[in-house]
């Protein structure tokens, strides 16, 4: 059973940068390279959007039109990590964020979608605000 938990959630003055990084653990024998990720926001009575995903292999990251070129998605399979870097926040960008994995037998695809992922952590707070 894999488990998420995200951290590096915080204050932001609008403007600033935070990196957030999703941890997973697992099973013994579990490996993060089967795993596709996602990154999603919930702000205050809205629905939970998609924010960015990344394939198993790293090779395909999609990023919402909203947040491309402010936001960077990585992983790191052999820490068993997920990032998401984020430039240039807005106070309308100010939520709870979460991670959210989804074990694929294909490389290359990722997808922005709640329903597509079926493990998630329990989100860190993002605050943006002068």
């Known amino acids: 059973q894999l488990q998420l938990m995200e951290s590096g959630g915080g204050l932001v003055e609008p403007g600033g940068s935070l990196r957030l990084t999703c941890a997973a653990s697992?099973?013994?024998?579990?490996?993060?390279?089967?795993?596709?990720f996602g990154w999603f926001r919930q702000a205050p009575g809205k629905e939970r959007e998609g924010i960015s995903c990344?394939?198993?292999?790293?090779?395909?990251?999609h990023y919402s039109d909203s947040v491309k070129g402010r936001f960077t998605t990585s992983r790191d399979n052999a820490k068993n990590t997920v990032y998401l870097q984020m430039t240039g926040l807005r106070p309308e960008e100010a939520g709870v964020y979460y991670c959210?994995?989804?074990?694929?037998?294909?490389?290359?695809?990722?997808?922005?979608?709640?329903?597509?992922?079926?493990?998630w952590g329990q989100g860190t707070q993002v605050t943006v605000s002068s």
């Open positions: 990344i394939s198993r292999n790293g090779e395909v990251i």
């Open positions: 959210a994995a989804v074990d694929v037998y294909v490389d290359y695809v990722c997808r922005q979608v709640t329903t597509w992922y079926d493990t």
């Open positions: 697992g099973a013994s024998g579990f490996a993060l390279e089967d795993y596709a």
